[in-house]
């Protein structure tokens, strides 16, 4: 006697702000068909529910795999959700930044390969981080993060970013929200330490733990962070007046961004030595407090304000479904 063959479901959570859902859902409906799998659930993330709950429902009815479609916000709540589950993750790039994908290289433009990635075969996992915020009545949270966490400048500019403006020309909106920050920005005072290595004290702008470091424009912000290494990586910004910040923006689009891809750049930062306004750190955990509450960020989404953030990798927590033979090497 022959048992019928097992057919596989897909679950879509998507922001319907962020994509076109008529045709988002009629897509995956239709590969789903085509590949032989049942219909589709589908799932809508809310203002209540950035993605978590969406994520629960779909696992909970025993879906084989998980597309996600919205900015990088709606990627980390459903990643914070699976994680660790061992069902396979797709991304289907639809918001401003899309740094995950982009630090994946995955096709940005064509859902239709992505739809079919996670209906094919090929999975490899990736590390995520997780942070723990103590807010200033001693009230501690944990969230999960794909590309980085911050604390101090970086989340003022994510939070000076204007809407309209990131509507109309998408992440390049983040320059004017820069601009807005670094016109007010103060230092403050910080301890941190990576690992049970060196306690630090010292004013900084802003602190950085990274799962990956690229940008959109191709700009490396942190060069040495990757997803599949099981370390965290560390970025201290503490320049020094205005030829600091001069120096911060050399070593981030200069020397990380360009010097780097070469061999005769990277002989060049070898001669030069370290610069001040930009410290890197390397390890498994690391931890950051301020004397007062201070702007934090996730994935580019503001997380209000703690006076201390605990951050740790998470090695190979992710499964991710990529497209038939997507380079892995790189990541």
């Known amino acids: 006697m022959t048992m019928p063959a097992v057919r596989r479901q897909a679950a879509l959570i998507y922001n319907p ?12 409906k239709d590969l789903s068909r085509d590949a032989g799998w049942e219909h589709p659930a589908f799932y809508t993330t809310t203002i209540e529910d950035a993605g978590q709950a969406a994520t629960a429902a779909a696992l909970a009815r025993g879906v084989d795999v998980v597309l996600v479609a919205g900015g ?22 639809s918001g401003t930044g899309n740094l995950l994908a982009r630090n994946l290289g995955l096709p940005l433009g064509d859902p239709a390969e992505m739809i079919r990635a996670a209906l094919g075969d090929f999975r490899h996992p990736i590390d995520i981080g997780w942070a723990k915020l103590t807010r200033a009545d001693a ?31 998408g992440w390049i909106a983040y320059v004017d929200g820069a601009a807005r920050s670094l ?6 005072r910080t301890v ?17 733990f990274a799962n990956c470091g690229t940008l959109p424009a191709g700009i490396a912000l942190i060069p040495d962070a990757s997803v599949t290494d099981a370390t965290l990586d560390v970025a201290v910004i503490q320049p020094t007046g205005v030829l600091g910040w001069l120096g911060v923006w050399r070593k ?7 010097l780097r ?9 070898e001669r030069r030595g370290k610069d001040a306004s930009v410290h890197y750190f390397r390890g498994l955990a690391a931890e950051a407090a301020a004397p007062g509450p201070t702007p934090i960020e996730l994935d580019g989404d503001e997380f209000g304000e703690a006076v201390r953030i ?14 038939a033979g997507h380079p892995i090497d790189s990541l």
């Open 17 to 28: 702000i962020k994509v076109d859902e008529k045709r988002l859902r009629a897509s995956v």
């Open 183 to 188: 016109a007010t920005a103060k230092p403050f």
């Open 261 to 269: 891809r070469f061999r005769a750049g990277r002989l060049v930062l």
């Open 252 to 258: 981030i689009w200069w020397d990380n961004s360009v």
């Open 139 to 169: 009230t501690e949270s944990e969230h999960a993060f794909v590309v980085l966490a911050g604390i101090g400048l970086d989340a003022d500019m994510i939070a000076n970013t204007r809407p309209d403006l990131k509507k109309s020309v």
């Open 72 to 93: 990088d916000g709606t990627v980390r709540a459903v990643s914070e959700a699976i994680a660790n589950t061992g069902v396979p993750l797709a991304i289907l790039p």
């Open 310 to 323: 605990t951050c740790r990798v998470d090695p190979s927590a992710l499964l991710l479904a990529l497209p």
């Open 192 to 208: 941190y330490q990576v690992d049970e290595g060196r306690l630090h004290s010292t004013k900084v702008y802003s602190i950085l």
